[in-house]
């Protein structure tokens, strides 16, 4: 487990190695400093749209999937979509004035503060 620094609101990185998983890609679980919510992404946040692109492209399975995602709602995590995450957020954000990068929900609970 990743725990992150102070000007982050991503609190810590949880990776299920390759070798552990089905398709033999990494799986990487976000944990926000806010409330407590995760994220669930194959490889890399970013790398696929999200869980469902991912299955489609061959690199997680929904076993592993379902695996990970009860580990979390058990222990009270809720499980945001990675391509929820992207959609533009229209609260303050002071680290992204650049209006060619507006602010997604990944910055305000993931990203940096």
């Known amino acids: 487990m990743e725990r992150h620094g102070r000007n ?23 944990v926000s400093n806010f409330g407590s919510l995760a994220m669930v992404a194959a490889e890399n946040p970013g790398a696929y749209l999200d869980t469902d692109d991912a299955r489609g ?25 990675e391509e929820l995450l992207h959609t533009l957020y229209d609260g303050p954000a002071p680290l992204r004035k650049d209006e060619r990068w507006p602010p997604t929900w990944w910055d305000r609970y993931f990203g940096h503060a």
């Not at 982050?8 to 976000?30: F, H, K, L, N, Q």
């Not at 695996?67 to 979390?72: C, D, F, N, S, W």
Request: glycine share 12%; charged share 20%.
């Open 8 to 30: 982050t609101v991503e609190y810590a990185r949880v990776v299920v190695p390759g070798g552990a998983t089905v398709c033999g890609e990494r799986i990487v679980v976000s």
């Open 57 to 81: 492209e061959g690199v997680l399975d929904v076993g592993d999937l379902a695996t990970v995602e009860r580990a979390l709602i058990v222990t009270g995590y809720v499980v945001v979509s």
